[in-house]
């Protein structure tokens, strides 16, 4: 449980075989590649490799061809490495010329026998007529119109009698009237003008309609129904057209988003002159994977340094945690990622969290609930938040059994407790006489939890060698015997009535960690030989005086914050006990309220006392231990 072990690595190529090299990097699911940029700003005459892709025009053209398609590739595909370009552009351009053959030809049937039915429509409106159409339209000086208007303004049609045009009607339903009039050349804006404000519709009968309306209707269905199966024809012979070509075209695009992708990781290739290298990190287990990969390449030379071999190049992260504490990292990465050469902090979380959630959510059958719910959503809904869930679960239970809370019945484990030799329950939580006990017993918790993170901070100071920052400071040795020394005074008096603060141990354990607080600053420039006062001992006495009464304060405040775990407790058997309550009220439906109260206080203070607990992690023990500074480790592929 630790941060990975890491090799800083260099791999160097002839310029010209990179793409070669590159090939094979793509694939690389254990390298951390850092961009060529910040090794070029920092020398004179290298440069980023800026080579024309010259795959990315033929994959647009495949994915268009595609999309045109409306066909899948697919992903699975075997890749190959080498590709005539020019060839596969003269097959996607045969492809997608016969492809459009077949989609123009379905446009042009589907146009027809959108036509046809649109005559046929109004067809069958005047089927009853008995009229030639090629004699109808082929009048001289008569001009006739066919059409529709509302049946409320037929009766309108008597006002204008005297007007020089003849109607009659040819079909109606209960609001629409199918009419056809006819007037002369001289009178056929004014007729058309009278039955345009009578709201009249006129309809256009195609020129490709012959015959009586009865027999062009019979002529215009067998040409639909030939078209149909026609249309059906051109888009089976698409369908098996996609078929034939979609395991070419997948192959194809598959193979060039490899090598396209290949001049996407230019970023990441510094150029001098004739040759080309790509620098990174990699795990110091994985040293001999790389090799392998690159044994066959004569040109390609591998160097493998210590992880600080390179100045110019910060370590990434790579978090190392066993099954229990992985889930965690989710929570820790919310925050930050600790540097390469810090302690990770994850396995300490993962133990505090779960035993600060199980102490505020101490119920033996709503934590094991808690912990089938998230054993769901982890293995069936794939949530990380369902994997916490199944830990911090299991530790509600053991607290929950501790306290004898079942579904927040206080009294079902007393048995169990008798039975063990206990007259009543170790913890009886509602009793009024441990509420003092509980409140004391959070803040002491409190108090090993900001020793703890000290510690930790102290260690880390100690990884990367600041001596300072370990030795002076308010969370590093100095912090850790002031608030420790106060602290153990006070439990002294308090439990044994010692007489614990003389003048030696006043001096010893509060005056002097006081006093190298309020020194940090010069003390530590004292350790690098630098000025000790660079602003002057008035700025620096001034700016401290604050500085040292925030810190008495934040040391008080963070230790008060833990009373909340009491707080929870308390909370929690309350909400509980309202629930019992309401359950003798209630009578016969007291297993309704039984089952819905429980389900309420799981939802509502479940997570109210997870929140409460990562506040408790990231304010009062993170801030004491942990920057978050480190950079995650993000292989390519």
Same mark, same amino acid.
């Given at each position: 449980m630790a941060i990975e072990k890491l090799k800083e690595v260099n791999l160097i190529s002839d310029a010209d075989h990179i793409q070669n090299v590159l090939l094979k990097f793509k694939d690389l699911d254990y390298f951390h590649p850092e961009l060529a940029q910040r090794i070029v $700003?920092?020398?004179? %005459?290298?440069?980023?490799?800026?080579?024309?892709?010259?795959?990315?025009?033929?994959?647009?053209?495949?994915?268009?061809?595609?999309?045109?398609?409306?066909?899948?590739?697919?992903?699975?595909?075997?890749?190959?490495?080498?590709?005539?370009?020019?060839?596969?552009?003269?097959?996607?351009?045969?492809?997608?010329e016969e492809f459009q053959l077949y989609v123009n030809a379905r446009a042009d049937i589907q146009r027809i026998i959108n036509e046809d039915k649109l005559a046929l429509e109004q067809l069958l409106n005047v089927q009853d007529l008995d009229i030639n159409f090629d004699h109808l339209f082929q009048c001289t000086y008569l001009k006739l119109r066919i059409g529709k208007m509302p049946k409320k303004n037929l009766d309108c049609l008597n006002k204008y009698g005297s007007r020089p045009y003849l109607w009659i009607k040819l079909s109606e339903d209960d609001k629409t009237v199918w009419i056809l009039y006819m007037t002369t050349l001289l009178y056929e804006g004014e007729v058309d003008n009278i039955f345009s404000s009578l709201d009249f519709s006129r309809i256009r009968i195609p020129d490709f309609v012959h015959g009586k309306p009865a027999e062009a209707i019979e002529t215009i269905?067998?040409?639909?129904?030939?078209?149909?199966?026609?249309? &059906?024809?051109?888009?089976?012979?698409?369908?098996?057209?996609?078929?034939?070509?979609?395991?070419?075209?997948?192959?194809y695009e598959v193979s060039l988003k490899g090598l396209?992708?290949? /001049?996407?990781?230019?970023?990441?290739?510094?150029?001098y002159g004739q040759r080309a290298s790509i620098s990174g990190f990699i795990p110091e287990n994985k040293e001999e994977a790389l090799k392998e990969v690159f044994k066959d390449y004569d040109k390609v030379e591998i160097e493998i340094n210590d992880p600080y071999s390179d100045a110019r190049l910060v370590p990434p992260t790579k978090l190392k945690n066993n099954w229990f504490v992985r889930p965690f990292e989710m929570f820790v990465e919310m925050y930050g990622m600790p540097a390469y050469?810090? #302690?990770?902090?994850?396995?300490?979380?993962?133990?505090?969290?779960?035993?600060?959630?199980?102490?505020?959510?101490? $119920?033996?059958?709503?934590?094991?609930?808690?912990?089938?719910?998230?054993?769901f959503a982890y293995h069936k809904m794939k949530l990380k938040l369902g994997a916490i869930m199944e830990r911090i679960g299991i530790f509600s239970a053991i607290f929950g059994l501790?306290?004898?809370?079942?579904? %927040?019945?206080?009294?079902?484990?007393?048995?169990?407790?008798?039975?063990?030799?206990f007259e009543e329950k170790p913890f009886e939580v509602l009793a009024p006489d441990f509420t003092m006990t509980l409140i004391i017993g959070a803040i002491v918790i409190g108090a090993i939890l900001i020793l703890c993170s000290m510690g930790l901070n102290m260690a880390n100071h100690i990884h990367k060698k600041d001596w300072g920052g370990m030795l002076f400071s308010q969370n590093g040795l100095a912090g850790f015997?002031?608030?420790?020394?106060?602290?153990?005074? #006070?439990?002294?008096?308090?439990?044994?009535?010692?007489?614990?603060?003389?003048?030696? /141990?006043?001096?010893? #354990?509060?005056?002097?960690p006081v006093l190298v607080i309020f020194m940090q600053e010069p003390l530590e420039r004292a350790l690098t030989h630098e000025?000790?006062?660079?602003?002057?001992?008035?700025?620096?006495?001034?700016?401290?005086?604050?500085?040292?009464?925030?810190?008495?304060?934040?040391?008080?405040?963070?230790?008060?914050? /833990?009373?909340?775990?009491?707080?929870?407790?308390?909370?929690?058997?309350?909400?509980?006990?309202?629930?019992?309550?309401?359950?003798?009220?209630?009578?016969?439906? &007291?297993?309704?309220?039984?089952?819905?109260?429980?389900?309420?206080?799981?939802?509502?203070?479940?997570?109210i006392v997870g929140i409460q607990v990562l506040r408790l992690e990231f304010y009062e023990m993170f801030s004491r231990y942990f920057s978050g500074n480190g950079i995650a480790f993000k292989a390519i592929n």
């Open positions: $700003d920092r020398v004179s %005459g290298l440069k980023t490799l800026n080579q024309t892709n010259p795959y990315s025009e033929t994959l647009a053209k495949i994915h268009e061809i595609c999309e045109s398609c409306q066909l899948q590739v697919d992903k699975n595909v075997h890749e190959i490495s080498r590709i005539d370009l020019e060839q596969v552009n003269e097959q996607l351009n045969e492809m997608n269905r067998e040409e639909i129904e030939s078209n149909t199966k026609m249309l &059906a024809h051109v888009e089976e012979k698409m369908e098996k057209f996609k078929a034939e070509k979609r395991e070419q075209l997948s192959v396209s992708s290949t /001049y996407e990781l230019q970023k990441y290739v510094v150029v050469n810090e #302690i990770d902090p994850t396995p300490f979380f993962a133990i505090t969290y779960c035993l600060l959630f199980g102490i505020m959510f101490a $119920d033996l059958g709503q934590g094991l609930v808690v912990s089938l719910v998230g054993a501790m306290f004898g809370s079942v579904f %927040g019945n206080e009294e079902i484990l007393n048995p169990m407790f008798h039975a063990l030799g015997v002031l608030y420790g020394g106060l602290l153990g005074g #006070i439990a002294g008096m308090m439990l044994a009535g010692w007489q614990i603060f003389t003048p030696v /141990y006043i001096l010893l #354990i509060i005056v002097i000025k000790l006062f660079p602003e002057g001992i008035g700025s620096f006495l001034m700016t401290n005086v604050f500085e040292l009464l925030e810190i008495a304060l934040t040391f008080l405040s963070n230790t008060m914050s /833990y009373m909340r775990v009491g707080g929870f407790v308390l909370s929690h058997a309350g909400m509980m006990l309202v629930v019992s309550v309401l359950m003798e009220i209630t009578g016969g439906a &007291a297993p309704i309220v039984c089952i819905f109260g429980n389900i309420f206080v799981m939802a509502l203070e479940g997570m």
